[in-house]
C-alpha cells in the first residue's frame, strides 16, 4: 500500500490531496505569529494538508513553519500539499500570475499544490484587500471568470502550481467553466462552505458526476469573526444530536462532524488555533459512524448558511442565490 496516499483522494488531474486539512484561516485580531505555531504543531500531529490564502496575510508565517519543518526532518516538501486562493482583486487575467508569485515569494516555496479562485467576486484591483467608495461599500470590478480560468491553467502550466480549482463557486458557474470553449484542464475542486446545517448534498453530487472535489470549509462552524458571520447563529457543536453520537463513539461534536464529511467522499479543512484541539481534529480516521449516524446527521441539514457575503448581493456572480448553490 502507498502510504503516501492513505488517506488521499486522486484528483482528476492525477495529483492526491490528503482528505482532512489544516484551515490557516485566523481573525484580525489573532497575532500573525499564532498560524505559524498551530501549523507547525499540525504538521507534528499529521496533517499533510495545509489550507492558505493571500488573503488570509500570514502567508509568510505559514511558511516559515512549513520550512522548518522540512528542514527539521519531520516532512518532505512533496508531503506537504499547500493551497492558495486568488483573492477577488486579482481576478483580471493579467493579475493572476502576480498574484501567485506574490504568495511564492512570501512563502518561499517554488511552487504550490493548489492554487484556487477564492470565490468569483472581482473587486476593484489595487492593493487594498476590501477596496470601498466614500460610502463603505465595496467597489466591485467585471471580469469574466473563464478568462480568469485560462490564467490559472497558465500558471499550472508555468509549473507554479500542481493543480488549480474554485472556491464559493455555485453549479452554474462551475458549468461555465466546464463549457469554456478550448478548456485545457477541469477544476480538480469547488471548495465551500459545508456542515451539517448547510450539507451541500446537490452540489456535492453534481461535483461527484463531474469528478470535482468537494472541499469542506467552516466543517466546524466555530468560525465566529464579525466581519462575516452573525453572531447570533446556532452552535453545531453544541448540537444534542451531534453530542449525543459523539457520547456514543466516545468522541467530541467536532470529530463527529469531521468523520460525517469524510464518509460522505468530502474533503474536510479543520481550523484551530489550540494544539488540544488540532491533536483532537486528526484523530477521525480510526471510528466510523454507522449508517444511521449519517441519516440523524443529514437530517441537521437547514440550508444554513454561517457566511453569506451578503456586501456582494448585487454583483452579477454573486453565487448563492441558485438553488444548489456552494
Partial sequence: MDLRHS??????????????????????????SKAEEATKVAIDVGF??????YFYQNEEEVGK??????????VKREDVFYTTKLWSTFLRPELVRPALERSLKKLQLDYVD????????AMKPGE????????GNI????????????????????????????????????????????????????????????????LLEFCKSKDIVLVAYSALASHRDPNWIDP??????????????????SRSPGQVALRYQLQRG???????????????????????????????????????RYSKLKFAVDHPYYPFSEEYEP
Fill in 7 to 32: 488517506h488521499s483522494v486522486r484528483l482528476n488531474d492525477g495529483h492526491f490531496m490528503p482528505v482532512l486539512g489544516f484551515g490557516t484561516y485566523a481573525p484580525e485580531h489573532t497575532p500573525k
Fill in 48 to 53: 499533510r494538508h495545509i489550507d492558505a490564502a
Fill in 65 to 74: 513553519a512549513i520550512r522548518e519543518k522540512i528542514a527539521d526532518g519531520t
Fill in 114 to 121: 493548489l492554487f484556487i479562485i477564492h470565490n468569483p467576486l
Fill in 128 to 135: 487594498e484587500l476590501l477596496p470601498k467608495d466614500a460610502s
Fill in 139 to 202: 467597489i466591485f470590478d467585471t471580469v469574466d471568470i473563464r478568462d480568469t480560468w485560462e490564467a490559472l491553467e497558465k500558471c499550472k502550466d508555468a509549473g507554479l502550481t500542481k493543480s488549480i480549482g474554485v472556491s464559493n463557486f455555485n453549479h452554474k458557474q462551475l458549468e461555465l467553466i466546464l463549457n469554456k470553449p478550448g478548456l485545457k484542464y477541469k477544476p480538480t475542486c469547488n471548495q465551500v462552505e459545508c456542515h451539517p446545517y448547510l450539507n451541500q448534498s446537490k
Fill in 232 to 249: 447570533d447563529i446556532p452552535n453545531l457543536l453544541e448540537e444534542p444530536i451531534l453530542k449525543s453520537i459523539a457520547k456514543k463513539h
Fill in 266 to 304: 468530502v474533503v474536510v479543512l479543520a481550523k484551530s488555533f489550540s494544539e488540544k484541539r488540532i491533536k483532537e481534529n486528526f484523530q477521525v480516521f480510526d471510528f466510523e459512524l454507522t449508517p444511521e449516524d449519517m441519516k440523524a446527521i443529514d437530517g441537521l441539514n437547514s440550508n444554513f
